[in-house]
């Protein structure tokens, strides 16, 4: 019998993703709040939905004795960090005591494997309430790892091309609009990768759970600046460029690996392919050699940008 894996946040862009990429080999369940969105996510992922609110310990009890799960993908989160800014409380209970309530349970119920989806705000400096949100959860999934017998692991990777929220829809949105796309940071820097290469991160953590419990999963990836990316959005769809002001926890550049985890840091490759492994108890002995930003990552080519902007949903 396959292993049941449970995703929560399931309904949302990575949740699908993920449960469409695992769908063949496991028995997948996505677990949302936006019964709507379920709904949907049941069309397109084709498997079992149900409703979860992970700020909710007995929501979540109730998941896992009705889906009894092997894995669970915590994706679950509030991720807007200007909302997470302005509403504190709603980002501490959904990604905070939410990803606490999961681990929680998963020990209670005796879950083999649980990976908790992160973000490059989460690695330090923290800026921001979203990136402390996150970096928590890191700290609390790897640090329980030790004790008790579930596997926890993390997986951190920058800005998803067309998540909901993001950059990319809601210039699309501006233009369908009225034309005109406004921009808080032309000169900003920012980690993007396409919404498989991020779930394939997922899946590794999973696959490879073994060599990386206790770990946060990442890879090396590229960065654009955004006018840049503005620039080929509207070379390739149309529309104009306006200025519009900065928002509240808004920075330059983004950071993979911070200077003070780079001690904590290895490379290593996983069914042949490179990732950074970093665990946060020990410093390894084959450390990286400097800390990864967005100022200093290799960038996307033209053609690569087009290719972000060209993975629009249908």
Same mark, same amino acid.
């Given at each position: 019998?396959?292993?049941?894996?449970?995703?929560?946040?399931?309904?949302?862009?990575?949740?699908?993703?993920?449960?469409?990429?695992?769908?063949?080999?496991?028995?997948?369940?996505?677990?949302?709040?936006?019964?709507?969105?379920?709904? +949907?996510?049941?069309?397109?992922?084709?498997?079992?939905?149900?409703?979860?609110?992970?700020?909710?310990?007995?929501?979540?009890?109730?998941?896992?004795?009705?889906?009894?799960?092997?894995?669970?993908?915590?994706?679950? %989160?509030?991720?807007?960090?200007?909302?997470?800014?302005?509403?504190?409380?709603? %980002?501490?209970?959904?990604?905070?005591?939410?990803?606490?309530?999961? %681990?929680?349970?998963?020990?209670?119920?005796?879950?083999?494997?649980?990976?908790?989806?992160?973000?490059?705000?989460?690695?330090?400096?923290?800026?921001?309430?979203?990136?402390?949100?996150?970096? !928590?959860?890191?700290?609390?999934?790897?640090?329980?790892?030790?004790?008790?017998?579930?596997?926890?692991?993390?997986?951190?990777?920058?800005?998803? #091309?067309?998540?909901?929220?993001?950059?990319?829809?809601?210039?699309?949105?501006?233009?369908?609009?009225?034309?005109?796309?406004?921009?808080?940071? $032309?000169?900003?820097?920012?980690?993007?990768?396409?919404?498989?290469?991020?779930?394939?991160?997922?899946? #590794?953590?999973?696959?490879?759970?073994?060599?990386?419990?206790?770990?946060?999963?990442?890879?090396?990836?590229?960065? #654009?600046?955004?006018?840049? !990316?503005?620039?080929?959005?509207?070379?390739?769809?149309?529309?104009?460029?306006?200025?519009? $002001?900065?928002?509240?926890?808004?920075?330059?550049? @983004?950071?993979?690996?911070?200077?003070?985890?780079?001690?904590?840091?290895?490379?290593?490759?996983?069914?042949?392919?490179?990732?950074? !492994?970093?665990?946060?108890?020990?410093?390894?002995? /084959?450390?990286?050699?400097?800390?990864?930003?967005? #100022?200093?990552?290799?960038?996307?080519?033209?053609? +690569?940008?087009? /290719? !972000?902007?060209?993975? @629009?949903?249908?």
């Amino acid at each position: 019998m396959a292993d049941r894996v449970l995703i929560t946040g399931g309904s949302g862009f990575l949740g699908r993703a993920v449960g469409l990429a695992l769908v063949g080999s496991y028995e997948v369940v996505l677990g949302a709040r936006n019964n709507a969105a379920n709904d +949907e996510a049941a069309r397109a992922v084709g498997c079992e939905v149900i409703p979860l609110d992970v700020a909710s310990i007995e929501s979540v009890r109730d998941a896992f004795v009705r889906v009894r799960p092997d894995i669970v993908v915590h994706a679950a %989160a509030t991720k807007y960090v200007q909302l997470s800014e302005k509403q504190p409380l709603e %980002a501490i209970d959904v990604n905070v005591v939410g990803s606490q309530n999961i %681990a929680r349970v998963a020990g209670e119920r005796g879950t083999r494997v649980v990976v908790g989806v992160s973000t490059d705000k989460a690695a330090p400096p923290v800026k921001t309430t979203y990136g402390l949100s996150k970096a !928590l959860m890191e700290r609390m999934f790897c640090s329980l790892d030790q004790v008790g017998d579930t596997s926890f692991a993390c997986a951190r990777f920058g800005n998803m #091309a067309w998540s909901t929220g993001s950059v990319l829809p809601e210039w699309r949105r501006m233009l369908d609009a009225t034309g005109v796309i406004g921009t808080t940071g $032309p000169q900003m820097r920012r980690y993007f990768l396409r919404v498989d290469e991020a779930a394939r991160i997922v899946l #590794a953590a999973i696959e490879h759970i073994d060599d990386v419990h206790g770990h946060v999963v990442s890879r090396r990836m590229k960065a #654009a600046v955004i006018g840049d !990316l503005l620039d080929a959005f509207i070379d390739r769809l149309g529309g104009r460029r306006e200025p519009l $002001p900065t928002r509240p926890g808004d920075s330059v550049d @983004e950071v993979l690996i911070g200077e003070s985890e780079m001690a904590f840091t290895r490379e290593a490759h996983l069914a042949g392919d490179p990732y950074l !492994l970093l665990r946060f108890v020990a410093p390894t002995d /084959r450390p990286i050699e400097g800390p990864l930003s967005s #100022a200093t990552a290799e960038r996307f080519d033209a053609d +690569e940008l087009g /290719r !972000l902007i060209d993975a @629009e949903p249908r």
